[in-house]
């Protein structure tokens, strides 16, 4: 019997761009019932990720076999466990994609996404 702890995604269902991504994946795991649970970063245990409510914000994470994820990693950590987008996962795995990735996610995407995040909680929309 396999007793093995379900992925754990950890995301910002505020932002529309990270929830409407997020969303996908989530009805695409419960549709084929594969252990991933998402947890919006708002409601969840932050303690339990080790995480402040700003560092959550700035990027996905995802747990899983106990380890946690962050960024490019967690993107693959969770397609790994969906078989429809295994294939990204090794690709984005590949040295130069990953570092390009990595470059782009950490440079460009994920700063932007939060910038976008403080911007929308100063105006309460968040």
């Not at 995604?9 to 409407?20: E, F, I, K, M, T």
């Not at 989530?26 to 708002?42: G, H, I, S």
């Not at 994820?69 to 294939?87: E, H, Q, T």
Request: net charge positive.
């Amino acid at each position: 019997m396999n007793h093995q702890q379900p992925t754990t995604v950890l995301y910002n269902a505020s932002c529309p761009v990270c929830s409407r991504e997020i969303e996908h994946y989530q009805r695409y795991t419960e549709a084929r019932d594969l252990p991933v649970v998402y947890e919006d970063l708002t409601t969840a245990e932050l303690e339990a990720w080790g995480l402040t409510p700003a560092q959550a914000a700035r990027r996905l994470h995802v747990r899983k076999d106990g380890q946690i994820f962050d960024g490019i990693p967690a993107f693959i950590a969770l397609w790994k466990d969906m078989p429809r987008y295994r294939w990204l996962a090794r690709v984005v795995s590949l040295p130069i994609l990953h570092g390009t990735a990595v470059l782009a996610y950490d440079h460009v995407l994920a700063p932007l996404l939060f910038a976008w995040h403080k911007s929308r909680l100063k105006r309460g929309k968040a």
